[in-house]
């Protein structure tokens, strides 16, 4: 069955950086693409962007083009999205999630990372 | 960029009964595929999102046939014939992987 497994909770201080990572099984990863999506406490869900497993094609939300990093590592069937120059309006929790293309469909998600921003 | 509206953003519904949940693109969600690639998410509390329906009114993979999706080029419907416990959540539509709605809080009476 597909599954997306992601890092740990983390804590972070204004400024730092964060790197969360999204392992996937059941399928073959380089057929799809990963979306990041974040959800900040009691609010709804935000696109950060889609990354192609197949070629590392990105896209990027314009709030946080710059400060993102996504990529992917086939040999490990991991994503990755690394976040710089935290602020606490980056506390939420972020999912990553399949989807074949950025235009199509998320079908699995992951369970989900909090990440805190605090001083 | 695409606007995606919800209405309502609450409903409260009596367990049995029907629940209906309004999404409206600000433009054609066509696509030059010819698919128009509308989702219906869930979010129980606590919980990640998970996928109900996708490209406007297929269910996904073990979702109970009474959440049903429909509509075309920018209004779209979600539909649950009978509204059990297990149903109370947060549903979000979603166009292609990025533009979310606002989420509709389903809770019971």
């Known amino acids: 069955q597909v599954q997306l497994v992601q890092s740990g909770d983390e804590v972070k201080k204004p400024g730092a950086s964060v790197k969360v990572s999204c392992k996937g099984s059941?399928?073959?990863?380089?057929?799809?693409?990963i979306t990041w999506v974040r959800q900040a406490p009691g609010q709804g869900l935000e696109w950060m962007g889609w990354?192609?497993?197949?070629?590392?094609?990105?896209y990027y939300a314009q709030k946080v083009q710059g400060r993102v990093t996504m990529t992917t590592d086939t040999s490990t069937s991991t994503a990755y999205m690394d976040l710089r120059g935290l602020t606490s309006d980056d506390t939420a929790v972020y999912y990553c999630?399949?989807?074949?293309?950025?235009?199509?469909?998320?079908?699995?998600w992951g369970q989900g990372t909090l990440v805190t921003v605090s001083s | 960029d695409i606007v995606m509206t919800q209405t309502p953003l609450s409903s409260p519904v009596t367990l049995g009964q029907p629940a209906s949940i309004s999404c409206r693109s600000s433009?054609?969600?066509?696509?030059?595929?010819?698919?128009?690639?509308l989702s219906w998410l869930q979010q129980r509390p606590g919980q990640p999102p998970r996928l109900l329906v996708y490209k406007v009114s297929n269910r996904f993979s073990g979702v109970p046939d009474r959440f049903s999706g429909s509509g075309a080029g920018t209004d779209f419907t979600l539909k649950i014939s009978r509204v059990e416990a297990e149903d109370v959540g947060v549903y979000y539509c979603l166009h292609a992987t990025q533009f979310f709605g606002q989420g509709t809080r389903l809770e019971i009476k």
């Open positions: 433009q054609s969600l066509v696509h030059s595929d010819g698919n128009t690639y």
């Open positions: 059941g399928y073959t990863f380089s057929n799809y693409g």
């Open positions: 999630a399949r989807g074949a293309s950025v235009a199509g469909t998320s079908d699995y």
């Open positions: 990354i192609s497993a197949y070629n590392g094609d990105t």
